[in-house]
């Protein structure tokens, strides 16, 4: 049986727009005439592969660029969003204001900055003074020289207590941490980043090895792990830990210390009472006045994340559906000359007993499948640059967003059927006297 006979069975009922009594045998019909659609499309495609391939490629652009975007600000969000997890979502920052500009209206929490005596006080009054990180960042755009070598001169001098790597999430990709005797003495040690040691001690181990920086040896006793730098923090590969006293050395300016308090989800509240009710007592802050310092908790940094990426997505998802629409548009123009250039094909066809519905089902399977196939291909390619790009800058992992798949499916899908049915449909109308005549 071909494609012709059966039409020609199935063209009493549905030209008199009834159904048959058995419905089970109607549904086998149609779907041994979808099936038989489905090879005559394809049978269309392989005449026409250069039409074919171009739409197919229109099809597969847009997909890519909206799966490839998606897929890239799924993987850096990921990324990030893991890497303040490790930071502590359950911590908090206490530093001073940053006026926007300096004037005599904006003198009060310039006069009191967080400096030396408030941070050791602090720690004295936190009743979990173990919990505390105390640091602060100087020496920006420090070159720092060793192993008869110079570095880039973008690195960044940090003080702090032994608290710093724990509190902050960093790990060691070797040596050790600071030692209570070496903050208590000041010793001139110093734990540095990854780009650091890869720039001055290529190959080798940089431990026990001392570096030059603005005029003092330190000896190296640890080099952190390479991490990406989250929402605009320092990038570890380029900084200098030192002890906070060894530290003070390099720091011209007085204040600009940062109190970070470790606590829990059940605490974080309570702890950031005590801690902000210690501050405004050591800032001499006065009651019923602005206080001269804020309490910044990396809780807030995850809601702003997930805001950036949703708006993100959002632009994402418009230039995509941007680039689908044009294809979809491509789709369409292809799909009414394959009608008019095929004319006399299809009065052929209906001259034979081909029914309408056969001839609008065969020119709407050929653009399902070729939106399906530019689809598969689009997601697959979108699925390749949507992570290439994160991990070849080192800002996200690999992920595998099945929603994002099954948009492209569903998008490619209904591409499909609203830019053929248009054409289809022409081609089902077709006169098949006309049509013969048709050169």
């Not at 008199?16 to 090879?39: D, E, I, V």
């Not at 070849?392 to 830019?419: E, K, R």
Request: hydrophobic share 45%.
């Amino acid at each position: 049986m071909d494609l012709f006979r059966l039409s020609r069975i199935l063209s009493l009922d549905l030209n008199k727009n009834r159904l048959p009594a058995l419905g089970r045998n109607y549904s086998m019909k149609f779907w041994k005439l979808f099936m038989f659609a489905l090879l005559e499309s394809q049978n269309g495609l392989r005449q026409s592969k250069v039409r074919a391939g171009l739409t197919v490629a229109l099809i597969a652009i847009g997909l890519m660029s909206l799966v490839g975007v998606l897929t890239a600000i799924d993987s850096i969000q990921n990324s990030v969003s893991t890497n303040l997890a490790t930071l502590g979502a359950e911590s908090f920052d206490v530093v001073d204001k940053r006026p926007v500009r300096r004037n005599p209206f904006l003198e009060e929490p310039l006069k009191r900055p967080l400096d030396n005596r408030m941070a050791d006080l602090f720690v004295k009054q936190y009743p979990k003074a173990g919990k505390v990180c105390v640091s602060f960042t100087t020496g920006f755009g420090t070159t720092v020289l060793g192993n008869h070598r110079k570095s880039n001169p973008n690195n960044t001098i940090i003080g702090s207590n032994e608290s710093y790597l724990p509190i902050y999430g960093y790990t060691l990709q070797e040596g050790r941490n600071f030692s209570r005797f070496d903050i208590e003495q000041s010793r001139p040690v110093c734990i540095i980043g990854n780009e650091i040691k890869e720039s001055l001690f290529p190959g080798t181990s940089a431990v026990g090895k001392k570096i030059f920086l603005g005029g003092k040896q330190v000896l190296v006793i640890g080099y952190i792990k390479k991490m990406p730098s989250v929402m605009g923090s320092t990038n570890t590969g380029r900084i200098v830990l030192m002890p906070l006293d060894f530290a003070r050395v390099f720091k011209k300016t007085p204040g600009g210390y940062t109190l970070r308090v470790l606590s829990t989800k059940d605490d974080i509240n309570t702890d950031q009472a005590i801690a902000t009710r210690i501050v405004r007592r050591l800032k001499a802050d006065k009651a019923g006045k602005d206080i001269s310092f804020v309490v910044e908790r990396n809780e807030s940094a995850v809601e702003t994340l997930g805001k950036i990426g949703t708006s993100l997505k959002v632009g994402g998802g418009i230039i995509g559906f941007i680039t689908i629409l044009g294809a979809s548009i491509g789709l369409l123009n292809i799909m009414i000359v394959s009608v008019k250039e095929r004319t006399r094909e299809i009065g052929v066809r209906k001259s034979l007993g081909a029914t309408t519905m056969a001839i609008r089902l065969q020119f709407l399977m050929e653009a399902v499948t070729i939106c399906l196939i530019g689809g598969i291909l689009g997601i697959a390619l979108g699925l390749l640059v949507g992570n290439a790009v994160p991990l070849a800058t080192g800002t996200g992992g690999f992920v595998f967003p099945l929603n994002w798949i099954g948009l492209g499916f569903v998008t490619s899908l209904v591409v499909g059927v609203l830019s053929g049915y248009l054409p289809a449909n022409s081609a089902a109308k077709v006169d098949p006297v006309e049509s013969l005549r048709y050169e």
